[in-house]
C-alpha cells in the first residue's frame, strides 16, 4: 500500500516537473522570438541628485508587450533568462539600445548618465568587456556616461577572472554599481579589492523609511559605509516625500523612484528632460 501511494506521488511530481519544464522551454523559445521580432523596449527612468534636484542619469529597464501573452514583467522573465541562456541576446540588446539612446541624448545636448543591468551570465561572456568598448565607441559617447548595475551575484564567482573584468572596465572609463545592495548573499570584502563607484540600497531597505528603526540603522550604516570608501550612493523605491526627506538629511546622494517618476519611454523622458 505505501509502496503504491509513493509511486502516485512519484508520478504527480514527474507531471509537475514536466509542466515547469515545458513552460520554461516555451518561454525561452518565446523570448527568443521576441528579440527576433523587435517586441522588446527600453524604457527610462530618472535618477535624481539630492542636492541639484537635477536628473543626473536614467536607468534602463526592459518592457516586454507579447502578441500573445499580454505584457510580461522582467521581474518574472529576467529570471527564465537568465537559467536558460536567453539573457545573453536580450543583455546585448538591453546594452545596445541604451547606449544608442544615450548617444540621442548626448547629440541633443542631454549630458545624462545611462544605467543598465547586467546579468551575471552575461558578465561571464569571455567578449563581454569587448562589447562594452565596442558599444561605446560605435555610438561616440564618452565612457563616463555609461554606468553599469551589478548585482552581488557577479561578484561572487571566480575571483580572478571577476576582478580583471571589473579593472578592465574601469579603465575603459565606465562606472559600476551595485544593485540591490545588501540583500545578496557576498562578502562585503569584495568591496576591497573591486573598483566599485556606487552602491544602491535595495527598495525592501526604503519602503518603510521614515519610521522602521532597523531600516534607519541599515541605511545609515550603508550611506556612511559608501562614502568612507569614497563611493556614491543611490536609494530605489523613493515613494515618498518622506523618504526622500530622511535619505537627504542621511546624506544620500542620489534618488530613485515612483515619487519622481516611474521608468518611461524614450519620447517621455525627452519630454520631460527638455520641457517645450
Ligand atoms: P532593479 O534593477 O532593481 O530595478 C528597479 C525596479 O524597481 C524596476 O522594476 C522599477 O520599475 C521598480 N521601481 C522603481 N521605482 C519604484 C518605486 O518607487 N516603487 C516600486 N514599488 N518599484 C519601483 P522592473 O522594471 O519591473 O524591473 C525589475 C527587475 O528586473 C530589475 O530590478 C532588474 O533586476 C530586472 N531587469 C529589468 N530590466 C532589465 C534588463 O534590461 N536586464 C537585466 N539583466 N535585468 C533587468
Ligand atoms: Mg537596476
Ligand atoms: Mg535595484
Ligand atoms: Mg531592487
Not at 522582467?74 to 537568465?82: G, Q, T
Not at 536580450?90 to 539600445?97: A, D, K, L, P, S
Not at 526604503?206 to 562614502?227: G, R, Y
Not at 550612493?233 to 516611474?262: F, H, K, N, W
Amino acid at each position: 500500500y505505501v509502496k503504491e501511494r509513493g509511486r502516485s506521488d512519484f508520478r504527480f511530481y514527474q507531471k509537475q516537473m514536466n509542466i515547469g519544464l515545458l513552460s520554461r522551454m516555451k518561454m525561452d523559445h518565446a523570448m527568443r522570438q521576441a528579440l527576433d521580432k523587435q517586441l522588446f523596449r527600453l524604457h527610462y527612468q530618472p535618477q535624481i541628485d539630492l542636492r541639484s534636484g537635477e536628473i543626473f542619469g536614467v536607468e534602463a529597464l526592459i518592457r516586454w508587450r507579447d502578441e500573445e501573452l499580454g505584457d510580461i514583467s522582467p521581474a518574472r522573465f529576467i529570471p527564465i533568462a537568465e537559467e536558460s541562456g536567453a539573457i545573453v541576446p536580450i543583455g546585448q540588446w538591453v546594452m545596445r539600445t541604451a547606449i544608442a539612446q544615450a548617444a540621442c541624448w548626448y547629440a541633443a545636448g542631454q549630458t545624462l548618465r545611462m544605467s543598465f543591468n547586467v546579468s551575471a551570465l552575461q558578465f561571464q561572456q569571455t567578449n563581454f568587456v569587448d562589447g562594452v568598448a565596442e558599444a561605446i565607441r560605435e555610438a561616440g559617447i564618452p565612457p563616463s556616461l555609461v554606468e553599469l548595475e551589478l548585482t552581488e551575484s557577479v561578484l561572487i564567482r571566480d575571483a580572478e577572472e571577476t576582478l580583471k573584468k571589473l579593472e578592465a572596465l574601469s579603465q575603459l572609463g565606465v562606472s559600476l554599481s551595485i544593485d540591490d545592495f545588501g540583500t545578496g548573499y557576498s562578502s562585503l570584502s569584495y568591496l576591497k579589492r573591486f573598483p566599485i563607484r556606487k552602491l544602491k540600497i535595495d527598495r525592501s531597505f526604503v519602503e518603510d523609511l521614515p519610521h522602521d528603526e532597523s531600516d534607519i540603522a541599515i541605511v545609515t550604516a550603508i550611506i556612511h559605509l559608501a562614502h568612507a570608501m569614497k563611493m556614491r550612493v543611490i536609494a530605489e523605491g523613493v515613494e515618498t516625500a518622506g523618504q526622500r526627506d530622511l535619505l537627504m538629511q542621511l546624506g544620500c546622494d542620489e534618488v530613485q523612484g515612483y515619487l519622481y517618476s516611474p521608468a518611461l519611454p524614450p519620447d517621455q523622458m525627452s519630454a520631460m528632460l527638455a520641457p517645450a
